[in-house]
């Protein structure tokens, strides 16, 4: 089992759609987690920390379940610039030990 | 600020040829790595960096070689190329372990013949 799953894409939606994607982690002492965002033939870059109390920023919410590993991205309103591939990341105990989810990619159409 | 910068951006090597990958930033992060990335497995840890000095493995080590004498620069060297080592090479860094985001560089795409 990987460390870092996440859903299998791609996620086709129209404009103006609600998408949300979901990532489960096998390490229960997983301390730290991560949205980020890549865009095609760049490099990641963070959407949004997940807290435990969720979190939300702008048209982003991040949920975080720690009793069932499992943390989520919801994307309201799609914008055609919202099309990339998310990656889930956890950050372990113990030092530098990051795990990255393979991506969901996105795809939003006029 | 330049943030992470990698040179090359593209390299094309034969099987058993060595080379270096460049990594830098101006940040002052303490916290440095390297991942590479290949289609549907997500970025993959080779090697990381707590300081300068200080070095230690990461998920896929083998192969690579790191050191540390500066803050700024990481760099990242492959020692003996093979075709497994095709792949799309990253670099980041970020200021604390965990916790905090991490910056990445653009890239190197790397390809061996």
């Known amino acids: 089992r990987k460390e870092v799953e996440q859903d299998p894409g791609p996620f086709n939606v129209p404009e103006g759609a609600t998408v949300a994607f979901n990532c489960t982690y096998s390490?229960?002492?997983?301390?730290?987690f991560f949205w980020y965002r890549q865009d095609c033939r760049k490099e990641p870059k963070l959407l949004m920390s997940v807290y435990s109390s969720g979190n939300e920023d702008g048209r982003f919410t991040a949920q975080l379940n720690r009793a069932s590993q499992y943390i989520s991205l919801l994307i309201r309103d799609s914008k055609l610039s919202d099309s990339a591939t998310y990656l889930c990341v956890v950050r372990g105990t113990g030092g530098f030990k990051t795990i990255f989810g393979a991506g969901t990619r996105l795809f939003v159409k006029a | 600020n330049a943030g992470v910068t990698q040179t090359p951006k593209f390299q094309v090597l034969k099987t058993g040829q060595s080379m270096t990958l460049q990594c830098a930033q101006d940040?002052?992060?303490?916290?440095m790595s390297w991942y590479r990335q290949d289609p549907g497995m997500g970025l993959r840890l080779i090697h990381y960096?707590?300081?300068?000095?200080?070095?230690d493995q990461g998920e896929v080590p083998n192969g690579y070689n790191v050191s540390r004498s500066t803050t700024e620069d990481f760099p990242l060297r492959l020692l003996s190329a093979a075709p497994s080592q095709t792949s799309v090479y990253f670099c980041?860094?970020?200021?604390?372990?965990?916790?905090?985001?991490?910056?990445f560089g653009p890239g190197t795409r790397l390809t061996v013949t």
């Open positions: 980041a860094s970020s200021y604390s372990l965990a916790g905090d985001e991490q910056y």
């Open positions: 390490n229960s002492a997983s301390q730290s």
């Open positions: 960096s707590v300081g300068a000095g200080i070095t």
């Open positions: 940040m002052n992060h303490e916290y």
